[in-house]
């Protein structure tokens, strides 16, 4: 634990940090939501399952949660990296199963719902403050 006291006059004024402003989300964040989705395609096509179709709330969730309180969109920033965290290596599987000439459709069949119920979790932060 750190005992050392704070000097108020030379600490940063909370005005000053970088903080994203009101309907500001990263576009790394914008983009990788759009190349999940593309990943995702792809896992369902291994599963064998029909594309999935765009929705309103899939299409506009970057201008939603950009609209969104500021502690609704540090979660969805970190909900997207923790979701591409779970797709990449997945995915990097699913292509060596299928290089290997193996079975990929329980995998990538797996795959897609963690992928459906971790991303339908991130919609609700979009979803209205009540």
Do not use: C
């Amino acid at each position: 634990m750190d005992a050392t006291p704070i000097n108020f006059d030379s600490a940063t004024p909370l005005g000053s940090l970088a903080l994203p402003l009101p309907g500001d989300l990263p576009d790394v964040a914008v983009r990788k939501w759009i190349a999940l989705h593309d990943a995702a395609a792809i896992v369902a096509a291994l599963a064998g399952l029909a594309p999935e179709a765009p929705t309103a709330a899939l299409t506009g969730f970057a201008a939603a949660i950009g609209q969104a309180p500021h502690w609704r969109r540090e979660l969805a920033v970190q909900g997207i990296e923790d979701l591409a965290a779970i797709m990449e290596p997945g995915l990097s599987a699913l292509i060596a199963v299928q290089a290997a000439r193996g079975d990929a459709v329980a995998p990538a069949h797996a795959l897609w719902l963690e992928f459906v119920a971790a991303r339908d979790a991130l919609l609700t932060l979009s979803l209205p403050y009540d």
